[in-house]
Every structure is written in structure tokens, then in C-alpha cells.
């Protein structure tokens, strides 16, 4: 049977009020009573007893694998399933990306692209080994040749006019910009600032050998700093929010005296130079020279302008926002920010997740791509033996998480800045939750899916919410048992077995 017609299978023990999503339980008791199903049925027929699932009986000893994670090439969105439309990413790298994993998927699944259930686990270690030393050659070599954006090339240009010795530089890129201007001023301090991990990496694999006087940094909010000069590159279809709390951020760090250079990818922009206008300051205005080079007739693609600080703000605008969600009997609250997903808001997947699970005590709980961190807020409050571990690439994902296990008291939530997949103790987790994001051709959806495989142990169960589930009906019986979808409201459930 095609995966795609495959019947729907219920997630659930009993079903529960009208409308709601049915249950997947996770627990040791959950663990025993879910491994009797055959294993050659990779997608549940239609009429099999509803059954508890997840979890490996916890007076079973557990064997961590002996695989390691895929490592990720620079896919942008990634981020972190969390993170949408970020101004920083390297969509011009996509392609590339592409290509990177698809030669890993090759180098660890074999020419067929995948391995049965019963291969061992140390044939799937060696050749992820192998996939990464590959991936890490092939992703320097790709990043080396990459050119800057239109709009951090023109940025570029006007910054090496300026004077400046304190540097620091947002992307769209590789942060090529700021690489330019470490090699060309010796004795200045550039600092790169990524808000996520993947292309952050990137750019430090593209520098053979990194310029002494350039650092990246992977972080929620801009290294402080008293700068002379602040290069920020932008993307016309950005996040509007994000977009102002950049500036913001890059205009009060600059020194009395410093200058902030920005650029966008629109040449008839109005609403960039109406936001640094708002500083009070002259906004000189830097139309790109000539066009293309390649053509003098060619259009211009850019504009830039350069904004000089005379006097601090009068004021500085908190973006962040808390968010107070009811699970069950208790009254929770996260924090967002801009480039978080979801911001100024619980997103409906997470509740659909949310309202999907049951979880036993000591169950081990994975949330991966956490975002604002309301799916694992959710279950690390509901019982404290449970453990939960978030990760998200995105560090402002990260820093909401934090923020809310710290906030609400749970003490059982760790979170990680995570752009590989490695988890603590892999092979060892009960149930893996996600919502992996829908651009990149399911690149990402990939990603998760195969750190959800490394790091559960056998018997756990992956858990994803979509409202596009044909890619998972056809790929995860591939590597995965008992594969079954819940439709919710638009969205589908997606449940899948790992095998022992």
C-alpha cells in the first residue's frame, strides 16, 4: 500500500472530548504495552487496537547509539523550525545546501537511501562519520566562493569609506562584509553577530584562516559594544519587528560619533530610511553606484545610508513580549521575541502537540526546534520526575526557553543552542516532539526527523505536527515503524515508532 493511502490510525489509548485531539501516552507502562505490533507493518492498517506508545520500560537497561548525528550545511530557515523569514540567513546558499545533504543522505544511507530497520548501528556510526568529514570539506569549499548579497555589498562599499576601528556586522550572507573589512583593517576589532547557529558555523568555515581581529558571535541580542562603525545589511521581505529591534540594537551601541551604515535590496525603499529617521539623526542617503558593474545600463538593485550618531536615544523600545497559555490546570508563561516563532503568540501546532500527549513519570522528553519553548514548558510542568530537553539553532529561541523554565519554576527543563541535533545521552529518550517548518523542500523536516531517530532509544516514538503530511507518510516508514497520522483541525499528527 502506498504510504500516502495509507488509513488513518488513532494516537490514542480512549478518545477523549469531542473535537479533541486523541492521546499519545508516553511512560514505561506506555513502553510495554506498545512493542508487541509486527515490525514488518510500517504503516498501520485501518482497525488495529489503539495501543500506548513511546518509551522503553524503565527497568530495561538502555544502550546509548553509537551513531552520531548528520551535521547540517547553512540552511537559513533553521532554523530552527522557529524562526521565520530571518533577515540574516543565506538564501543564496540554498542550492548548495541542498546538494550537501543530499551527498551526505548518499555517503550514510547507501545508494538505495536508506537503511533497513536491521542494519546495525555501527555500519550508520561509521558512515555518519564519513558524511560529516565530507560535508565539512564540501561546505568550506561552497562557502569560499559564495559572493556577498547585493545589499552587503553595497553596505560594504560605503562602509569602506568610513572610518573605524570598533566594527561589528549583521549578514545576509556569510558575513562577508565583515571579513572584507578584518582583512583590509588589520588593526580594527570586527565583530560578525548571527542570531543563528547554522549560518553562523558557515561563515567560520569559510574563513581559511580566519583573520585574527574577526570574531563571530551566535546570540540574542548584539555584542555590546562601543562601536565607531555598525554595517547592517537588510532584506526587503524581513521580519518587520526583528528588522527595527536590529537597528535599534545597532544604533545604541554605537559610540557618540559612530556611524551606522544600512543597506536594503529595494532601491525605491522609503521605509527603511523613515526608521532611521526616527533616531532623530541626518539620514545621507547612498544610491548604489552605477548599477550592476557587469552593465552600466543595468539597474540598481540597492540602496544604503548612513546615519551618524550625535546623542543617545531618548528612548529604547522593549520588543520581547510574555505570553500567558493554560495547559491543563495550570497557567504558564513564555516569553517571545522578534525572530522567535511563534512571537506575541501561542502557535496552534504547539497546542495540537501539547493536547496530543500524555507523558508518565520519568519519562524522557525531546523538543526539538523549541522555539519560544511553549511545547516544552507544557510537559516539564505537568510532572516534575518527567525531564525535558529543548534545542533550538535559533539563539533567541534558546534565550525564551530559558527564560520561561527559569520564569515557571522547572527545574526539570534543560535547553541547549543545538544546530547538529546531538542530544545528551543519545539512544536513551522516550518521545520526540516537533514542528519542523514547511520551506527549505523539507531539508529541515529531514534534519529533525533524523535527530529524533539518534537520539531516542528503541520502542521511543516521534510525534510531529504539519499541515503537509504526505513528505512524512512517504519517508518515514523508509527508517521508522508503525507509522500513523491524526488529522486535527488542519493539521495532521504524525506519529512514527523507532525500531529496536
Partial sequence: MHPTAAPKRDLVLAAGKAGRARKVRAGPEAGRAGR???????????????????????????????????????????????????????????????????????????????????????RRGMAAAGGRRMLASMSHTVA?????????????????????????????????????????RPDASVAAWFLDLHPCEAARASWNPPPPNLRATCAADMPAG???????????????????????????????????????????????????????????????????????????????????????????????????????????????????????????????????????????VLDIGCGSGCVALGIAAREPSVRVHAFDSAARAVECTRWGADHNGLANLTVALEAEGHVPEPGTWDLALANPPYYSDFRLAELFVESARLALAPGGTLLVVTKQPTWYLEHLPQMWTNVAREEVKGYHLIEAIRPG
Avoid at 89 to 100: E, F, H, K, M, Y
Avoid at 318 to 346: K, N
Wanted: net charge positive; hydrophobic share 40%; aromatic share 2%.
Fill in 226 to 364: 562601543s562601536y565607531d562603525l555598525a554595517v547592517v545589511p537588510l532584506a526587503k521581505d524581513g521580519e518587520t519587528e526583528l528588522t527595527r529591534e536590529i537597528l535599534q540594537q545597532a544604533f545604541v551601541n554605537l559610540a557618540i560619533g559612530g556611524r551606522l551604515v544600512a543597506a536594503i535590496d529595494n532601491p525605491h525603499d522609503k521605509w527603511l530610511r523613515e526608521q532611521l529617521a526616527e533616531t532623530g539623526e541626518t539620514v545621507r542617503v547612498r544610491p548604489e553606484a552605477g548599477g550592476n558593474a557587469a552593465s552600466k545600463k543595468a539597474r540598481p538593485q540597492t540602496i544604503a545610508y548612513i546615519v551618524e550618531k550625535t546623542r543617545e536615544p531618548a528612548k529604547v523600545r522593549d520588543f520581547s513580549c510574555e505570553v500567558v497559555f493554560r495547559d491543563r490546570d495550570r497557567l504558564l508563561t513564555a516569553r517571545t521575541r522578534p525572530g522567535v516563532f511563534a512571537h506575541r503568540r501561542i502557535d496552534p501546532a504547539a497546542r495540537h502537540l501539547l493536547n496530543a500527549v500524555d507523558v508518565a513519570a520519568e519519562t524522557r
Fill in 144 to 184: 569560499e566562493s559564495l559572493p556577498a548579497r547585493p545589499a552587503e555589498a553595497h553596505a560594504l562599499a560605503v562602509a569602506r569609506n568610513l572610518p573605524g576601528s570598533r566594527i561589528v556586522c549583521t549578514t545576509t550572507g556569510r558575513a562577508q562584509a565583515a571579513h572584507a573589512l578584518a582583512v583590509e
Fill in 36 to 122: 508487541g505490533g509486527p515490525a514488518a507493518d510500517n504503516v498501520a492498517p485501518a482497525g488495529r487496537a489503539a495501543r500506548a506508545v513511546a518509551h522503553r520500560p524503565s527497568d530495561s537497561p538502555s544502550t546509548p547509539s553509537r551513531s552520531t548525528p548528520t551535521p547540517t550545511a547553512n540552511s537559513t530557515a533553521r532554523s530552527s523550525r522557529r524562526s521565520p523569514r530571518r533577515s540574516t540567513s543565506d538564501g543564496a546558499a540554498g542550492l548548495a545546501a541542498a546538494v550537501l545533504v543530499v551527498l551526505v543522505v548518499l555517503v550514510v544511507n547507501g545508494p538505495s537511501g536508506r537503511h533497513g530497520p536491521s542494519d546495525a548501528d555501527s
